[in-house]
Protein backbone atom coordinates (compact mmCIF):
# COMPACT_ATOMS: atom_id res chain seq x y z
CA UNK A 1 0.00 0.00 0.00
CA UNK A 2 1.25 3.40 -0.48
CA UNK A 3 2.28 5.26 2.44
CA UNK A 4 -0.11 7.95 3.16
CA UNK A 5 2.47 10.77 3.87
CA UNK A 6 3.29 10.50 -0.04
CA UNK A 7 -0.43 11.61 -0.65
CA UNK A 8 0.16 14.38 1.57
CA UNK A 9 3.19 15.26 -0.22
CA UNK A 10 1.51 15.43 -3.37
CA UNK A 11 -1.91 17.20 -2.36
CA UNK A 12 0.48 19.88 -0.76
CA UNK A 13 2.18 20.61 -3.66
CA UNK A 14 -1.03 20.89 -5.82
CA UNK A 15 -2.80 22.79 -3.61
CA UNK A 16 0.50 25.22 -2.24
CA UNK A 17 -0.84 25.25 1.15
CA UNK A 18 -1.56 22.74 4.15
CA UNK A 19 -5.36 23.99 4.54
CA UNK A 20 -6.07 23.31 1.06
CA UNK A 21 -4.17 19.71 1.35
CA UNK A 22 -6.10 18.83 4.08
CA UNK A 23 -9.67 19.77 2.04
CA UNK A 24 -8.62 17.35 -0.69
CA UNK A 25 -7.89 14.70 1.40
CA UNK A 26 -10.61 14.94 3.90
CA UNK A 27 -8.74 15.01 6.75
CA UNK A 28 -7.54 18.00 9.09
CA UNK A 29 -5.09 20.26 9.22
CA UNK A 30 -2.89 19.27 11.99
CA UNK A 31 -3.36 15.55 10.42
CA UNK A 32 -1.30 17.03 7.49
CA UNK A 33 1.20 18.87 9.36
CA UNK A 34 2.10 15.35 11.15
CA UNK A 35 2.24 13.77 8.15
CA UNK A 36 4.52 16.07 7.07
CA UNK A 37 7.23 16.04 10.63
CA UNK A 38 6.87 12.64 10.28
CA UNK A 39 8.00 12.13 6.25
CA UNK A 40 10.94 14.87 6.67
CA UNK A 41 12.02 12.91 10.04
CA UNK A 42 12.23 9.94 8.20
CA UNK A 43 13.96 11.61 5.13
CA UNK A 44 16.36 13.93 7.15
CA UNK A 45 15.65 17.29 5.97
CA UNK A 46 12.79 19.65 5.51
CA UNK A 47 10.50 19.19 2.33
CA UNK A 48 8.50 23.22 2.82
CA UNK A 49 8.89 26.61 3.37
CA UNK A 50 6.12 28.38 4.68
CA UNK A 51 5.50 31.56 3.40
CA UNK A 52 2.47 34.25 3.76
CA UNK A 53 0.78 33.16 0.72
CA UNK A 54 1.42 28.92 1.48
CA UNK A 55 4.00 27.27 0.98
CA UNK A 56 6.99 26.19 -1.30
CA UNK A 57 9.19 22.86 -1.79
CA UNK A 58 12.85 23.46 -0.83
CA UNK A 59 15.05 22.51 -2.68
CA UNK A 60 15.64 19.19 -1.39
CA UNK A 61 11.96 18.85 -1.68
CA UNK A 62 12.27 19.74 -5.35
CA UNK A 63 14.84 16.89 -5.90
CA UNK A 64 12.26 13.86 -4.78
CA UNK A 65 9.18 15.47 -6.41
CA UNK A 66 9.56 13.17 -9.22
CA UNK A 67 10.47 10.14 -7.21
CA UNK A 68 7.40 10.48 -4.86
CA UNK A 69 5.45 11.52 -7.77
CA UNK A 70 7.00 8.17 -9.74
CA UNK A 71 5.58 6.19 -6.53
CA UNK A 72 2.14 7.66 -6.71
CA UNK A 73 2.26 7.04 -10.35
CA UNK A 74 3.22 3.36 -9.72
CA UNK A 75 0.53 2.76 -7.21
CA UNK A 76 -2.07 4.34 -9.43
CA UNK A 77 -1.37 2.05 -12.54
CA UNK A 78 -1.29 -1.12 -10.55
CA UNK A 79 -4.64 -0.04 -9.02
CA UNK A 80 -5.63 0.37 -12.62
CA UNK A 81 -4.37 -2.96 -14.15
CA UNK A 82 -6.20 -5.24 -11.48
CA UNK A 83 -9.18 -2.84 -12.43
CA UNK A 84 -8.85 -4.01 -15.72
CA UNK A 85 -8.12 -7.59 -15.11
CA UNK A 86 -11.36 -7.69 -12.88
CA UNK A 87 -13.60 -5.87 -15.77
CA UNK A 88 -14.07 -2.87 -14.40
CA UNK A 89 -12.43 -0.13 -16.58
CA UNK A 90 -11.10 2.31 -13.79
CA UNK A 91 -9.00 4.57 -13.38
CA UNK A 92 -8.01 8.55 -14.23
CA UNK A 93 -6.03 10.66 -16.48
CA UNK A 94 -4.34 13.61 -15.71
CA UNK A 95 -4.64 15.71 -19.72
CA UNK A 96 -3.21 19.11 -19.70
CA UNK A 97 -3.43 20.73 -23.03
CA UNK A 98 -3.23 24.52 -24.49
CA UNK A 99 -6.52 26.81 -25.12
CA UNK A 100 -7.44 25.94 -28.65
CA UNK A 101 -7.27 22.65 -28.31
CA UNK A 102 -9.30 22.18 -25.49
CA UNK A 103 -12.00 24.49 -27.18
CA UNK A 104 -11.92 22.45 -30.22
CA UNK A 105 -10.51 18.83 -29.65
CA UNK A 106 -11.19 17.86 -26.23
CA UNK A 107 -15.52 18.31 -26.17
CA UNK A 108 -15.58 15.58 -28.40
CA UNK A 109 -13.00 13.06 -27.47
CA UNK A 110 -14.05 13.63 -23.62
CA UNK A 111 -17.53 13.15 -24.41
CA UNK A 112 -16.41 9.97 -26.56
CA UNK A 113 -14.50 8.50 -23.63
CA UNK A 114 -16.99 8.98 -21.32
CA UNK A 115 -19.33 7.43 -22.99
CA UNK A 116 -17.18 4.39 -23.89
CA UNK A 117 -15.15 4.01 -20.29
CA UNK A 118 -17.59 5.61 -18.21
CA UNK A 119 -15.19 4.25 -14.62
CA UNK A 120 -12.18 6.57 -15.91
CA UNK A 121 -12.00 9.66 -14.25
CA UNK A 122 -10.83 13.06 -16.61
CA UNK A 123 -8.86 15.87 -15.24
CA UNK A 124 -8.21 18.62 -17.52
CA UNK A 125 -5.62 21.22 -17.11
CA UNK A 126 -5.15 24.38 -18.89
CA UNK A 127 -1.81 25.22 -19.64
CA UNK A 128 1.00 26.84 -21.88
CA UNK A 129 3.12 24.57 -23.64
CA UNK A 130 6.59 24.47 -21.66
CA UNK A 131 4.35 23.74 -18.72
CA UNK A 132 2.23 21.23 -19.92
CA UNK A 133 5.83 19.47 -21.29
CA UNK A 134 7.31 19.89 -17.85
CA UNK A 135 4.29 18.55 -15.51
CA UNK A 136 4.36 15.34 -18.17
CA UNK A 137 7.88 14.58 -17.69
CA UNK A 138 7.53 14.84 -13.71
CA UNK A 139 4.23 12.78 -13.92
CA UNK A 140 2.14 15.35 -12.64
CA UNK A 141 0.16 15.09 -16.02
CA UNK A 142 -0.03 11.39 -17.90
CA UNK A 143 -0.23 13.44 -20.97
CA UNK A 144 0.19 16.56 -22.52
CA UNK A 145 -1.09 18.39 -26.10
CA UNK A 146 1.55 20.91 -27.16
CA UNK A 147 3.66 21.78 -29.86
CA UNK A 148 7.33 20.82 -31.46
CA UNK A 149 9.68 21.23 -30.40
CA UNK A 150 9.39 19.72 -27.22
CA UNK A 151 12.72 20.18 -24.98
CA UNK A 152 11.79 17.80 -22.01
CA UNK A 153 12.83 14.05 -22.71
CA UNK A 154 9.57 11.95 -23.39
CA UNK A 155 7.68 10.19 -25.54
CA UNK A 156 6.89 12.79 -28.44
CA UNK A 157 3.74 12.15 -31.07
CA UNK A 158 3.52 14.76 -34.06
CA UNK A 159 -0.28 14.66 -34.79
CA UNK A 160 -1.16 17.47 -37.62
CA UNK A 161 0.70 20.52 -38.74
CA UNK A 162 -2.06 23.78 -38.16
CA UNK A 163 -1.04 26.87 -40.43
CA UNK A 164 -0.68 30.26 -39.09
CA UNK A 165 -2.78 32.66 -40.65
CA UNK A 166 -2.62 36.23 -40.96
CA UNK A 167 -5.37 38.44 -39.35
CA UNK A 168 -6.59 42.31 -40.53
CA UNK A 169 -9.33 44.34 -40.34
CA UNK A 170 -12.45 43.85 -42.42
CA UNK A 171 -11.39 46.94 -44.83
CA UNK A 172 -7.57 45.55 -45.31
CA UNK A 173 -7.35 43.64 -48.67
CA UNK A 174 -3.20 42.82 -49.12
CA UNK A 175 -1.69 43.92 -52.34
CA UNK A 176 -1.99 40.68 -54.27
CA UNK A 177 -4.70 40.36 -52.78
CA UNK A 178 -4.26 36.39 -51.96
CA UNK A 179 -1.78 36.84 -49.53
CA UNK A 180 0.13 38.88 -46.72
CA UNK A 181 3.48 39.81 -48.14
CA UNK A 182 6.08 41.99 -46.05
CA UNK A 183 5.31 45.27 -48.28
CA UNK A 184 1.85 44.50 -46.33
CA UNK A 185 3.25 44.97 -42.97
CA UNK A 186 5.17 48.20 -43.47
CA UNK A 187 4.02 50.24 -39.87
CA UNK A 188 1.69 47.34 -38.76
CA UNK A 189 0.82 46.79 -35.15
CA UNK A 190 0.21 43.10 -34.24
CA UNK A 191 -2.03 41.77 -31.80
CA UNK A 192 -1.62 38.41 -29.59
CA UNK A 193 -1.37 36.72 -26.91
CA UNK A 194 2.35 37.22 -24.62
CA UNK A 195 2.48 33.06 -24.27
CA UNK A 196 2.19 32.75 -27.94
CA UNK A 197 5.12 35.38 -28.36
CA UNK A 198 7.47 32.13 -28.99
CA UNK A 199 8.09 29.08 -31.52
CA UNK A 200 6.13 29.56 -34.32
CA UNK A 201 4.28 32.92 -33.41
CA UNK A 202 7.70 34.71 -33.69
CA UNK A 203 9.42 32.85 -36.66
CA UNK A 204 6.40 34.63 -38.55
CA UNK A 205 7.17 37.93 -37.08
CA UNK A 206 11.03 38.22 -37.35
CA UNK A 207 10.68 36.65 -40.69
CA UNK A 208 8.72 39.97 -41.59
CA UNK A 209 10.91 41.99 -39.37
CA UNK A 210 7.98 43.01 -37.08
CA UNK A 211 9.67 45.07 -33.93
CA UNK A 212 8.67 44.25 -30.53
CA UNK A 213 7.57 47.31 -30.30
CA UNK A 214 4.79 47.12 -33.04
CA UNK A 215 3.31 44.49 -30.81
CA UNK A 216 0.53 44.70 -28.61
CA UNK A 217 -1.25 41.74 -26.14
CA UNK A 218 -4.30 40.62 -25.41
CA UNK A 219 -5.70 37.68 -23.33
CA UNK A 220 -7.28 35.30 -25.35
CA UNK A 221 -7.80 34.29 -28.97
CA UNK A 222 -11.35 35.95 -29.32
CA UNK A 223 -10.07 39.15 -27.63
CA UNK A 224 -7.37 39.07 -30.32
CA UNK A 225 -9.91 39.07 -33.00
CA UNK A 226 -12.10 41.73 -31.16
CA UNK A 227 -9.14 44.28 -31.15
CA UNK A 228 -8.51 43.30 -34.88
CA UNK A 229 -11.91 44.20 -35.89
CA UNK A 230 -11.77 47.77 -34.06
CA UNK A 231 -9.10 48.45 -36.29
CA UNK A 232 -6.11 48.14 -33.25
CA UNK A 233 -3.34 46.18 -35.42
CA UNK A 234 -3.25 42.63 -37.33
CA UNK A 235 -3.43 39.10 -35.44
CA UNK A 236 -1.90 36.09 -35.90
CA UNK A 237 -3.69 32.64 -35.00
CA UNK A 238 -3.25 29.52 -36.47
CA UNK A 239 -6.05 27.80 -37.92
CA UNK A 240 -7.26 25.29 -35.41
CA UNK A 241 -7.88 28.96 -33.37
CA UNK A 242 -9.94 29.98 -35.97
CA UNK A 243 -12.41 27.29 -35.94
CA UNK A 244 -14.64 28.71 -32.99
CA UNK A 245 -13.89 32.19 -33.58
CA UNK A 246 -15.72 34.38 -35.37
CA UNK A 247 -15.48 38.23 -36.14
CA UNK A 248 -15.48 41.09 -38.71
CA UNK A 249 -12.17 39.85 -40.18
CA UNK A 250 -10.09 38.95 -43.01
CA UNK A 251 -8.27 36.17 -42.65
CA UNK A 252 -5.11 35.50 -45.16
CA UNK A 253 -2.03 33.11 -45.54
CA UNK A 254 1.55 34.61 -45.34
CA UNK A 255 3.26 34.53 -48.68
CA UNK A 256 5.77 32.35 -46.63
CA UNK A 257 3.60 29.28 -45.26
CA UNK A 258 4.79 29.15 -41.08
CA UNK A 259 2.94 26.36 -39.28
CA UNK A 260 3.15 24.76 -35.80
CA UNK A 261 3.08 21.39 -35.00
CA UNK A 262 0.94 19.85 -32.69
CA UNK A 263 2.12 17.06 -30.93
CA UNK A 264 0.93 14.38 -28.09
CA UNK A 265 3.55 14.10 -25.23
CA UNK A 266 3.80 11.38 -22.73
CA UNK A 267 5.81 9.99 -20.34
CA UNK A 268 6.89 6.32 -20.88
CA UNK A 269 6.17 4.81 -17.53
CA UNK A 270 2.97 6.63 -17.66
CA UNK A 271 1.79 5.76 -21.18
CA UNK A 272 2.16 2.20 -19.40
CA UNK A 273 -1.22 3.30 -17.37
CA UNK A 274 -4.05 1.38 -18.98
CA UNK A 275 -6.49 4.54 -18.49
CA UNK A 276 -3.52 6.68 -20.35
CA UNK A 277 -2.92 3.88 -22.94
CA UNK A 278 -7.15 4.40 -23.83
CA UNK A 279 -6.38 8.43 -23.98
CA UNK A 280 -4.07 8.16 -25.98
CA UNK A 281 -6.07 5.83 -28.52
CA UNK A 282 -8.79 7.89 -28.05
CA UNK A 283 -7.12 10.97 -29.38
CA UNK A 284 -4.79 10.11 -31.93
CA UNK A 285 -8.60 8.09 -33.05
CA UNK A 286 -10.28 11.42 -33.49
CA UNK A 287 -7.34 13.33 -35.23
CA UNK A 288 -7.17 10.55 -37.89
CA UNK A 289 -10.30 10.54 -38.52
CA UNK A 290 -11.06 14.80 -38.34
CA UNK A 291 -7.72 15.54 -40.60
CA UNK A 292 -7.22 12.53 -42.60
CA UNK A 293 -5.35 14.81 -45.01
CA UNK A 294 -3.30 16.35 -42.77
CA UNK A 295 -2.52 13.79 -39.64
CA UNK A 296 1.23 13.17 -39.87
CA UNK A 297 1.56 9.36 -38.14
CA UNK A 298 -1.36 7.15 -38.15
CA UNK A 299 -1.12 5.68 -34.71
CA UNK A 300 -2.42 2.13 -34.41
CA UNK A 301 -5.75 1.25 -32.14
CA UNK A 302 -4.93 -0.30 -28.75
Not at 63 to 87: H, K, M, T, Y
Not at 125 to 151: E, M
Not at 213 to 227: E, G, T, V
Not at 267 to 284: D, F
Amino acid sequence: MLPFAYRVFQAIVQEQTFYRAAQTLNVTPSAISHSVNQLEKELGFPLFIRNRTGVELTPDGQSILPLIQGVINAEDRLQQAAANINGLNAGSVRLGAFSSVCITWLPPIIQQFKQTYPQIAINLVQAGFSDIAAAVKTGRLDLGLSALPVAEKLTVLPLVKDEIYCITPRDFIPANRTTVTAADLVDQNFILQRGDYDKDTKAALDHYQIRPNALRFSIDDQSILAMVEAGMGMGILPELALERLSGNVNVYPFDTRFYRTICLVVNSEQAKAPSTAKMIAAITDYVTATYPDKVLEHPRNN
